[in-house]
C-alpha cells in the first residue's frame, strides 16, 4: 500500500538545526507536491512548507522563512526539510504530505494530499 513517512524528529537545543525526511513507500514522489505540517500541543495543525512535483516551485509559511528549506532527492525518492535556527515555539510533530493534484504557492488545499505520514517529533529545548 503507497504510504509516506517522516524520520529525523529529534530533541535539539534552541538554535540549532535539523533535517527532516519523508520518504514514500510504494510512491514516485516525483509524481506528487510535498507539503510538510507540524501541530503542537494544543494548537491547530499548520502549513509549514510545500514543494511542488518539479521542485521548481516552493512556499514556506512566514514563521519559518530563511530558516527551513525544502529539497527534493529524487535518487533516493525522498523530500527534506532542512531546519535552521530552531527556537522553542517550532516544537511540535511534523508530519509530510503527498498529493497529486496539491498545489504549492497557490490554493495549497490539504484536501488534495492523499498520503500523511504519521509524525516525527521535534523538540526544541535546553
Known amino acids: 500500500q503507497p504510504q509516506v513517512a517522516e524520520s529525523g524528529g529529534d530533541l535539539v537545543q534552541p538554535g540549532g538545526s535539523l533535517r527532516l525526511s519523508c520518504v514514500a513507500k510504494?510512491?514516485?514522489?516525483?509524481?506528487?507536491?510535498i507539503g510538510w505540517f507540524r501541530q503542537a500541543p494544543g494548537k491547530e495543525r499548520e502549513g509549514v512548507s510545500c514543494?511542488?512535483?518539479?521542485?521548481?516551485?516552493?512556499n514556506y509559511a512566514e514563521s519559518v522563512k530563511g530558516r527551513f528549506t525544502i529539497s527534493r532527492d529524487s535518487a533516493k525518492n525522498m523530500v527534506h526539510l532542512q531546519m535552521n535556527s530552531l527556537g522553542p515555539e517550532d516544537t511540535a510533530v511534523y508530519f509530510c504530505?503527498?498529493?497529486?493534484?496539491?498545489?504549492?504557492?497557490?490554493?495549497?488545499?490539504?484536501?488534495?494530499?492523499?498520503?500523511w505520514g504519521q509524525g516525527t517529533p521535534v523538540t526544541v529545548s535546553s
Open positions: 504530505a503527498a498529493g497529486l493534484n496539491f498545489r504549492c504557492g497557490t490554493d495549497e488545499d490539504a484536501r488534495f494530499l492523499q498520503f
Open positions: 510504494q510512491l514516485q514522489l516525483t509524481y506528487y507536491a
Open positions: 514543494i511542488d512535483s518539479s521542485g521548481s516551485i516552493t
